[in-house]
């Protein structure tokens, strides 16, 4: 089926802070399509273990509630000291246990190996399309322990936790960076963020333009 012009592209924000709007921005800012935030909550999935297909029945589900051209978002952190977990249940664990939580339990293990990955999907579904396209992107860092109390509560995410490999900056302060350096960062582990490369995407096949 032939592409076409879009004119509104909605995220399903499924929980995401509104403050992510402005890191959306960063990467998708300055299209033909207006972004639109939705903030329906879709179905959790406990029963799949990979990044790929939950993201995936998540951007149909989505789709099918709108049927309006949707982009969504899933990530997640893989410490290799508790065998990969959290994984695909890092936003359900972190809700129960609190980063605090994920502290105690690598704290617990006998192993010495902080090393962690961060793993990063979105998806994008419209009609002319019969499965979701989907981006990719990884981080590799290491686990960062007992995150300075300045930095707990209303402060506190992930990214605070995951030291960036080669660069001895945490996540949070590369992305405070701005896009441009982020992107070179991401690049040297080797892929571009994975919303660069859905913006890159939707340009090349005709489904939007940039803004002149």
């Not at 979701?132 to 290491?142: R, Y």
Request: proline share 3%; net charge negative.
């Amino acid at each position: 089926m032939d592409t076409y012009p879009i004119e509104n592209l909605f995220y399903f924000a499924d929980g995401v802070e509104r403050a992510h709007e402005e890191g959306l921005n960063r990467f998708l800012g300055g299209l033909s399509a207006s972004i639109n935030w939705v903030d329906t909550r879709l179905n959790p999935l406990f029963q799949v273990a990979n990044f790929r297909d939950v993201i995936s029945v998540r951007a149909i589900d989505a789709f099918k509630r709108i049927d309006q051209p949707i982009f969504l978002e899933e990530e997640g952190v893989v410490i290799r000291k508790l065998g990969g977990f959290p994984g695909t249940l890092t936003d359900f664990v972190i809700g129960i246990i609190g980063l605090s939580g994920i502290d105690c339990l690598v704290e617990g293990m006998a192993s010495n190996d902080f090393r962690c990955q961060v793993i990063s999907f979105s998806a994008y579904m419209d009609e002319s399309l019969r499965h979701p396209e989907l981006f990719w992107s990884v981080l590799n860092g290491t686990w960062r322990m007992r995150v300075p109390i300045n930095r707990r509560g209303k402060d506190d995410s992930l990214w605070h936790h995951i030291v960036l490999a080669g660069f001895h900056e945490t996540v949070a302060t590369m992305i405070n960076v701005g896009r441009q350096q982020f992107e070179t960062e991401l690049a040297a582990v080797g892929r571009p963020h994975h919303l660069l490369q859905l913006r890159r995407w939707l340009i090349e096949t005709g489904r939007v333009s940039e803004k002149k």
